[in-house]
């Protein structure tokens, strides 16, 4: 089955600085990549995803870029505010397969 | 729109009692359905998963069942709960076909004491 794998566990920047994520997946079959954020005490929820059929994908201060030779993925975030404090989640999925393989969590802490 | 409910939100049980979460989406049909549990600065870890009325996929083994009698309804329940069973329970839902977001829910904040 998939393994996917996340670091780092924990990553601390200073307010303005840019933040990087990686994770990499095991089945070459996975064609569908998702990023949530979770605050303290909340649900996770969605920020960006990206497909295999695109290298990179952004959304204002957020980016995700994938490598399917390398069969890994990351999440870039650009001036990071405090707000952007979460944990982090990176997860797989394939086409016509009903679940997601997620990562074990990134907590980005972002000091003013 | 789609919405997703979870009830209790919170819950402080004694060990060895039982169990029953409840998770309930609107606006959509024939959806996945999926439970999670969240030990405290841990990683989602899935336990079921279902695909249709009476379709449970279980992940885990372990103390805890669930079932989905409606459509739209998922049910987590355990016969005697573990000190171990205590975490943040999160419902989710996804559209068929594997390649979709996943919307979560509340969450249930469980405590076994």
């Known amino acids: 089955g998939e393994n996917v794998e996340q670091h780092p566990s924990t990553l601390s920047v200073q307010e303005g600085d840019s933040a990087v994520i990686k994770c990499t997946y095991s089945d070459s079959a996975s064609n569908y990549f998702p990023w949530y954020k979770q605050e303290l005490g909340k649900r996770p929820q969605l920020i960006i995803d990206i497909r295999s059929n695109v290298g990179e994908k952004k959304d204002q201060r957020i980016a995700v870029t994938l490598n399917k030779t390398a069969k890994h993925f990351s999440l870039h975030i650009t001036e990071t505010q405090p707000e952007d404090s979460a944990v982090y989640f990176c997860a797989a999925s394939k086409y016509n397969f009903n679940k997601f393989y997620f990562g074990s969590g990134t907590k980005l802490n972002v000091k003013p | 729109s789609q919405t997703i409910h979870q009830w209790p939100a919170t819950l402080v049980q004694p060990v060895g009692s039982p169990l029953s979460l409840e998770c309930t989406v609107e606006g959509t049909s024939n959806p996945n359905l999926y439970w999670y549990r969240q030990a405290a600065g841990r990683g989602l870890q899935l336990l079921f998963y279902s695909v249709g009325i009476g379709q449970i996929s279980s992940e885990v083994p372990q103390n805890l069942s669930a079932s989905r009698p409606q459509d739209r309804q998922f049910i987590l329940s355990s016969k005697k709960l573990l000190l171990s069973d205590s975490g943040f329970y999160l419902c989710?839902?996804?559209?068929?076909?594997?390649?979709?977001?996943?919307?979560f829910g509340p969450g249930t904040r469980l405590t076994v004491t």
């Open positions: 989710a839902w996804s559209a068929q076909g594997g390649q979709y977001e996943q919307y």
